[in-house]
């Protein structure tokens, strides 16, 4: 078992770029979360998915932020356009359910200069 | 105020002693309850699952979870060196895969 991959590891941009992260799950979990985590306001759920349909996306910060997943062992999210603020580790997570443990992947960290 | 709140430490201990960590919370609804441990530039890992109240062990690993107090506890017995990481508590409502986390303690073990 690979565990939750996520691409790419590192990114630095400039202001204003698009930007996407890539996430594939455990094969066989149906749910599939984002998350974000800085120094001052911790880990944040951003959306997640269940079959994936996203069910919540009340903590995407704003419309520059998009999430999809066209099947069940890939997922995008997508900044654009990018700025500073927006420079975090971003995790994708995934589980068996909304009741289970999710496990999570080593993250993106990105840097928006 | 936060729906979940976790001193963030940092706390030193030395090898061989109990570490207690703690986090409040304030929704009632919240019926799972996890520990995840974080290693520096990793993700969290999940260390211990409970659902509702009561204790859960796993070998060195107790979690308590005191619903009517709203509060959870992790202890860790015999800590070691390889123990020093932050420790993320974790929440959620039956109804939702809305997993909130504590701002997590930093826990340091000195050999």
């Known amino acids: 078992d690979a565990g939750v991959i996520q691409s790419p590891r590192h990114e630095v941009t400039e202001m204003g770029q698009e930007v996407t992260l890539r996430c594939k799950p455990i094969?066989?979990?149906?749910?599939l979360f984002w998350y974000r985590q800085t120094m001052m306001r911790g880990l944040e759920l951003l959306i997640y998915f269940n079959n994936n349909v996203p069910i919540d996306d009340s903590g995407m910060p704003e419309d520059r932020f998009s999430a999809k997943m066209p099947n069940a062992s890939f997922s995008t999210l997508k900044i654009q356009p990018s700025e500073p603020r927006d420079s975090a580790v971003y995790f994708c997570a995934s589980s068996s359910g909304q009741n289970y443990g999710y496990t999570f992947g080593s993250g993106t960290r990105l840097t928006v200069v | 105020q936060k729906e979940v709140e976790q001193d963030p430490g940092p706390l030193s201990v030395p090898e061989g002693a109990i570490v207690s960590l703690n986090c409040t919370y304030s929704?009632?609804?919240?019926?799972?309850f996890m520990w995840y441990r974080q290693y520096s530039r990793k993700g969290p890992e999940l260390l211990m699952y409970?659902?509702?109240?009561g204790n859960k062990e796993d070998g060195r690993f107790t979690a308590q979870v005191d619903k009517s107090s709203k509060y959870i506890s992790l202890f860790i017995r015999d800590s070691q060196p390889s123990d020093s990481a932050t420790y993320l508590c974790a929440m959620k409502a039956s109804n939702t895969g809305k997993l909130i986390f504590g701002q997590g303690t930093t826990l340091q073990v000195k050999p």
């Open positions: 409970t659902y509702s109240s």
């Open positions: 929704n009632s609804a919240f019926q799972y």
């Open positions: 094969s066989g979990h149906n749910s």
